[in-house]
């Protein structure tokens, strides 16, 4: 056991994963950035990736919780050296979440046009998030596949091959985007928003295949399950279902603001767009110092490190907070320069520049829910961020949001009840926390 947590040990962990943990709003901003620069209806496709992504979003987060399942199981096995008991656990893991995901197409894809009306889409953006929706989700299993491949590394204490997976994928999907959306003249044809879908799909089997081969080539842990199923799998799915719950009260938040500002108008969905998928980049990159507390956390509770516990705890709110301002200060010295990179339409960016501030406001708020986020999945309290979420979404969020909406305040309500939510949910973990192991750490 290591028993020196310091700046640089945490960074081995938190930069790869921050690294990795961009590769799915990078995929998402890519698209909308080449989708909303099209020479044909822009705008309602820019409308139609933010309206899918969100869906796709939630989707993936419902389930994808498999990775900090996993994680937190095998960390607490590494941190009490019986690594061997549970090898085969992440295989029966990716078993049942793949054939979840394939449930979930089969029942969604049907549906599509039902599902996107919900969201207030109709006309041209209905018919491209359609579209969109149709072709991207079939990349759905190999981006569940991979992040439970994702979970058994983290759970190993290893960043570095999900980085290494994550970049293969993002620089994959940023050329098959110019390729496919834009066209080579005389070669491929401009497939537009098809091709911004096709390009991730593409992007998603790509990592799946080589997240396989660095699993296979680099760990001890099998792909092909084995049954019965292992003892764990109970409190596995257990979490998975706490974290459904959570997940489920998340997406309520999501839905709801994007329902919201496409009833505005094209042009706030469009910024909402904008805004949203920077807000997901920087939650992302928080999500390395969160992932460092989901790793470390697990193994020290798993050896019963409390001291230790209490120490990562603090150093990550430090390096969290500073990173956080850190983003709120670059977002600000591009205030203007960024709207311009996804959109020229002069409404859309007059809407995006009247709430991106916020969207930097809030950044420092979002370290502290996100590191404390992760250090509880890593210690497998998933009970108590299924009630923190619940509480901030219902209580907080959902109140706010209809009470400033009523007063007409559009995407501002939105984003302030959103920075309120963050609150809400980053506030409890830390006074948990702190009430459960600072007397902890102080036994003999």
Same mark, same amino acid.
């Given at each position: 056991?290591?028993? $020196? #947590?310091?700046?640089?040990?945490?960074?081995?962990?938190?930069?790869?994963?921050?690294?990795?943990?961009?590769?799915?709003?990078?995929?998402?901003? +890519?698209?909308?950035?080449?989708?909303?620069?099209?020479? /044909?209806?822009?705008?309602?496709?820019?409308? &139609?990736?933010?309206?899918?992504?969100?869906?796709?979003?939630?989707?993936?987060?419902?389930?994808?919780?498999?990775?900090?399942?996993?994680?937190?199981?095998?960390?607490?096995?590494?941190?009490?050296?019986?690594?061997?008991?549970?090898?085969?656990?992440? !295989? *029966?893991?990716?078993?049942? =979440?793949?054939?979840?995901?394939?449930?979930?197409?089969?029942?969604?894809?049907?549906?599509?046009?039902?599902?996107?009306?919900?969201?207030?889409?109709?006309?041209?953006?209905?018919?491209?998030?359609?579209?969109?929706?149709?072709?991207?989700?079939?990349?759905?299993?190999?981006?569940?596949?991979?992040? !439970?491949?994702?979970?058994?590394?983290?759970?190993?204490?290893?960043? @570095?091959?999900?980085?290494?997976?994550?970049?293969?994928?993002?620089?994959?999907?940023?050329?098959?985007?110019?390729?496919?959306?834009?066209?080579?003249?005389?070669?491929?044809?401009?497939?537009?928003?098809?091709?911004?879908? @096709?390009?991730?799909?593409?992007?998603?089997?790509?990592?799946?295949?080589?997240?396989?081969? @660095?699993?296979?080539?680099?760990?001890?842990?099998?792909?092909?399950?084995?049954?019965?199923? $292992?003892?764990?799998?109970?409190?596995?799915?257990?979490?998975?279902?706490?974290?459904?719950?959570?997940?489920?009260?998340?997406?309520? +938040?999501?839905?709801?603001?994007? !329902?919201?500002?496409?009833?505005?108008?094209?042009?706030?969905? &469009?910024?909402? +767009?904008?805004?949203?998928?920077?807000?997901?980049?920087?939650?992302?990159?928080?999500?390395?110092?969160?992932?460092?507390?989901?790793?470390?956390?697990?193994?020290?509770?798993?050896?019963? &490190?409390?001291?230790?516990?209490?120490?990562?705890?603090?150093?990550? #709110?430090? @390096?969290?907070?500073?990173?956080?301002?850190?983003?709120?200060?670059?977002?600000?010295?591009?205030?203007?320069?960024?709207?311009?990179?996804?959109?020229?339409?002069?409404?859309?960016?007059?809407?995006?520049?009247?709430?991106?501030?916020? =969207?930097?406001?809030? *950044?420092?708020?979002?370290?502290?829910?996100?590191?404390?986020?992760?250090?509880?999945?890593?210690?497998?309290?998933?009970?108590?961020?299924?009630?923190?979420?619940?509480?901030?979404?219902?209580?907080?969020?959902?109140?706010?949001?209809?009470?400033? $909406?009523?007063?007409?305040?559009?995407?501002?309500?939105?984003? /302030?009840?959103?920075?309120?939510?963050?609150?809400?949910?980053? =506030?409890?973990?830390?006074?948990?926390?702190?009430? +459960?192991?600072?007397?902890?750490? *102080?036994?003999?």
């Amino acid at each position: 056991m290591n028993t $020196h #947590i310091n700046f640089k040990y945490i960074n081995k962990l938190a930069i790869p994963a921050l690294i990795s943990g961009v590769s799915e709003p990078i995929l998402s901003l +890519t698209d909308a950035a080449i989708v909303g620069n099209i020479g /044909v209806n822009a705008t309602e496709s820019l409308a &139609a990736v933010g309206i899918v992504t969100t869906f796709i979003s939630m989707l993936i987060w419902v389930l994808g919780q498999t990775r900090s399942a996993i994680s937190s199981i095998v960390s607490q096995y590494v941190g009490a050296n019986k690594l061997e008991q549970i090898k085969n656990l992440p !295989a *029966q893991a990716i078993f049942i =979440v793949t054939s979840l995901s394939l449930i979930i197409i089969a029942t969604t894809y049907p549906l599509a046009r039902e599902i996107f009306k919900l969201y207030n889409a109709s006309h041209l953006i209905l018919d491209y998030s359609v579209t969109y929706y149709k072709i991207r989700v079939l990349g759905f299993p190999f981006t569940l596949f991979t992040f !439970a491949i994702f979970g058994a590394f983290r759970g190993l204490q290893n960043t @570095y091959y999900p980085m290494v997976i994550a970049l293969i994928g993002t620089i994959t999907n940023i050329v098959l985007d110019v390729i496919l959306v834009y066209g080579i003249d005389g070669y491929i044809p401009a497939m537009n928003i098809k091709g911004a879908a @096709y390009a991730s799909v593409i992007a998603q089997l790509v990592m799946a295949v080589v997240a396989t081969y @660095y699993l296979l080539k680099k760990t001890h842990i099998p792909l092909i399950p084995r049954f019965p199923f $292992h003892h764990e799998i109970k409190r596995f799915v257990l979490m998975i279902l706490n974290l459904f719950v959570r997940t489920i009260a998340l997406n309520v +938040t999501l839905y709801y603001a994007s !329902a919201f500002a496409t009833s505005y108008g094209a042009e706030y969905i &469009a910024a909402y +767009t904008i805004a949203i998928n920077l807000w997901f980049l920087g939650a992302f990159i928080i999500d390395g110092y969160a992932s460092a507390g989901n790793i470390l956390s697990g193994k020290l509770f798993g050896a019963k &490190a409390y001291k230790m516990l209490i120490a990562l705890s603090n150093k990550l #709110i430090k @390096y969290g907070v500073i990173v956080g301002i850190g983003l709120g200060c670059i977002g600000a010295l591009i205030y203007y320069p960024i709207g311009k990179i996804f959109t020229k339409d002069p409404a859309v960016l007059t809407a995006f520049y009247n709430i991106f501030w916020l =969207v930097l406001l809030m *950044q420092p708020f979002c370290t502290l829910a996100f590191i404390f986020d992760g250090i509880f999945k890593g210690l497998g309290k998933m009970k108590y961020l299924r009630n923190v979420l619940l509480f901030s979404t219902f209580i907080i969020f959902l109140p706010v949001l209809f009470f400033l $909406h009523n007063l007409d305040y559009k995407l501002y309500a939105i984003f /302030v009840a959103i920075m309120l939510w963050i609150i809400a949910r980053g =506030v409890p973990l830390i006074i948990k926390f702190r009430k +459960t192991f600072i007397p902890l750490s *102080q036994n003999p």
